[in-house]
């Protein structure tokens, strides 16, 4: 049994760096007979305020009837009978600790009370330097029915040292805004008294200070019969505030025996991130920005630019650069095209944080194209438009006349409309200065008269036309516009083409039946007057009759029609004169066949190919050019 007790201590104490340490291991000691004892051969070495062990266990003759044991403190080591010096100092009696020296009194106990099983084994609680020294067992019962009593001379030897061993302090991750409970163990698995445990906590360089508003706990825990665990808690809601602070734990042992640890607190968090540096820049200089955020562990920095989804690459223009939980945004040569968003974003394994700054490349004022002036029914309206960053202003200087002014701005644009009554004026141009902080620019507006259309109206379609998206609205209104006049046009030009070519055949036809008729007469001459001539042109008094001939009333044949013609004979109109040679009455008679005639739409175009016949003198003349363009269509 005390071989078990024994082991199972020494494994609790050397386990938590030990209230002891032996040198060598138990040796066993015989004097007279069958008293022998077991004690560890060597010095064992403790520590101040600590605790430590003596193992022990004994033999005696059979009829030797154990009923104490007592424990002396030796002065020398060379001293074999400690029990018989007057400075001997009882440090242990299991017979109610009679006679133990005030020192020792409740801080040694039996491992085993029961001292038949032999077991000798004690423990030395709250040690104190003066313990060193030499320890010596002696047992007393009965023998053969008398006192009697035996004193072994092996001795157990105990060196106390300085307390150096520290309270073991626990601190799991620590995360902002999570609840946290650190632990703190004393050294030492004594039994004796229990050790105060206390929190300290302070900022680098600082003086340590009691921790407000946390929890603490104490505890303790019976490993054995005689070793006891000491601890205690502390809950904290763990803040920014507590990354890199020391805490200590401080264990304060009887007889002011202290020993501490200390730790540094690592909160993992992230906060603060912000955007440093010049945002408005002038065209040629350098854009040097400078994110940072705070952080533990470190975050990663990158740069964008609103609109892009990549990050911001170093190359010629951008130098991003990241250094120190800070970031870099450095860009040579900033034009116009650099002015926008630009974002920084912090990735941590708490949270993403993005911050943004807006970038803008500044410009001296510029007057645009499209200011000018109109002077209209004696009313002068001017239109000045100007452009830069940040957004200029226009005046108009030297007018010593009421005026009236009417200012709009968009982005980095400035237009301002400027009205003056006119009665008189010698005025030629009127002058508009626009500016800002980076600069002034003026232009003298030339001065129009006679414009045939509002001035306003004017600058209001320049003003759509800086609209890009404006221009390909109109480009494709236009462009559909201009397709339909195109094909409009061709289709009613094709029908025109084609009524003139067959009104005109129609109308050879006629022209040819007319001068067939003409021959008809000449012969009819012949046949009355035989042995005659007929009269020249000059001698014969002719009648002419004509004949309105409207080609608009005449049917549109369809292509049936005009090859069944080509087959028979052709239509036409006759015209006849029959003349008394008596100087009788004349007759006249006009025949024709006409067909049925529809009047459309259509038809009404044919009317510009109308040809008329002039005197009968011009009919040749006319046959022939219609039958020559007849022949050309």
């Not at 040796?27 to 004690?39: A, H, K, R």
């Not at 006119?422 to 232009?443: A, F, Q």
């Amino acid at each position: 049994m005390f071989v078990v007790i024994w082991v199972a201590l020494v494994f609790c104490v050397r386990g938590n760096k030990g209230e002891a340490e032996a040198t060598s291991s138990l040796e066993n000691y015989c004097q007279t007979g069958s008293y022998c004892i077991n004690l560890t051969k060597g010095e064992i070495t403790a520590e101040t305020g600590l605790c430590v062990v003596l193992p022990c266990s004994f033999t005696t003759e059979a009829d030797f009837n154990v009923k104490g044991l007592i424990w002396n403190k030796c002065n020398s080591a060379a001293q074999q009978r400690c029990d018989h010096s007057d400075t001997t100092k009882k440090v242990f009696n299991s017979n109610k600790n009679e006679n133990i020296e005030p020192e020792f009194k409740g801080r040694v106990s039996l491992l085993e009370p029961d001292v038949s099983k032999k077991n000798c084994s004690i423990i030395i609680n709250d040690l104190r330097k003066s313990d060193s020294g030499s320890y010596q067992l002696r047992v007393f019962g009965n023998r053969n029915g008398k006192t009697d009593g035996f004193t072994f001379t092996s001795t157990a030897n105990i060196t106390v040292t300085v307390l150096s061993q520290k309270p073991t302090v626990t601190v799991p991750p620590l995360i902002e805004g999570h609840q946290t409970t650190l632990t703190c163990t004393a050294p030492g698995l004594c039994s004796g008294s229990v050790p105060e445990i206390t929190w300290t906590w302070k900022n680098t360089g600082e003086n340590g200070s009691h921790i407000p508003g946390n929890i603490t706990e104490f505890r303790s825990e019976n490993l054995t019969a005689v070793t006891q665990r000491h601890s205690s808690t502390l809950t904290l809601n763990t803040s920014t505030e507590h990354h890199s602070t020391e805490v200590t734990c401080k264990v304060n042992f009887t007889r002011i025996k202290t020993t501490e640890e200390t730790v540094t607190l690592n909160v993992t968090y992230v906060k603060n991130l912000k955007i440093s540096g010049a945002t408005t820049v002038k065209p040629g200089d350098t854009l040097n920005l400078t994110c940072s955020v705070d952080s533990f562990p470190a975050s990663s920095l990158t740069w964008t630019k609103s609109g892009f989804n990549e990050s911001l690459n170093k190359n010629d223009e951008s130098e991003p650069l990241t250094q120190g939980g800070q970031a870099f945004l450095i860009i040579h040569n900033m034009t116009a095209d650099h002015s926008g968003q630009y974002i920084c974003t912090a990735k941590h394994q708490i949270q993403t944080l993005t911050k943004h700054t807006d970038v803008t490349v500044t410009s001296s004022p510029k007057i645009l194209n499209g200011s000018g002036c109109m002077n209209q029914s004696q009313v002068l309206t001017c239109v000045c438009i100007s452009q830069g960053v940040p957004l200029p202003t226009i005046t108009w200087p030297l007018l010593n006349m009421k005026y009236s002014v009417f200012t709009t701005g968009s982005q980095h644009t400035v237009n301002s409309s400027l009205t003056v009554p006119l009665t008189t004026s010698s005025r030629t141009t009127i002058e508009c200065v626009s500016s800002n902080e980076h600069g002034e620019t003026k232009e003298n507006l030339t001065i129009r008269n006679d414009c045939k259309q509002e001035i306003t109206w004017y600058y209001f379609f320049i003003d759509l036309l800086n609209n890009w998206w404006l221009h390909v609205i109109v480009a494709f209104l236009l462009g559909i516009l201009l397709s339909a006049t195109i094909i409009c046009s061709s289709r009613k030009c094709c029908r025109k083409k084609q009524k003139c070519s067959e009104d005109l055949a129609e109308y050879v036809e006629i022209s040819t039946t007319q001068v067939a008729t003409g021959q008809e007469v000449e012969d009819d001459w012949t046949h009355d007057h035989p042995g005659q001539s007929a009269p020249a042109d000059d001698d014969v008094e002719v009648e002419v009759y004509y004949s309105d001939i409207h080609f608009s009333l005449l049917k549109r044949k369809n292509p049936t029609e005009v090859k069944k013609r080509e087959t028979t004979e052709t239509e036409y109109t006759e015209i006849k004169k029959e003349t008394t040679c008596n100087g009788g009455g004349e007759g006249d008679m006009l025949e024709g066949n006409a067909q049925d005639r529809e009047i459309t739409d259509e038809d009404k175009e044919t009317e510009q190919c109308i040809l008329t016949v002039e005197e009968g003198g011009e009919d040749v003349a006319l046959n022939s050019t219609a039958n020559e363009e007849l022949h050309q269509i």
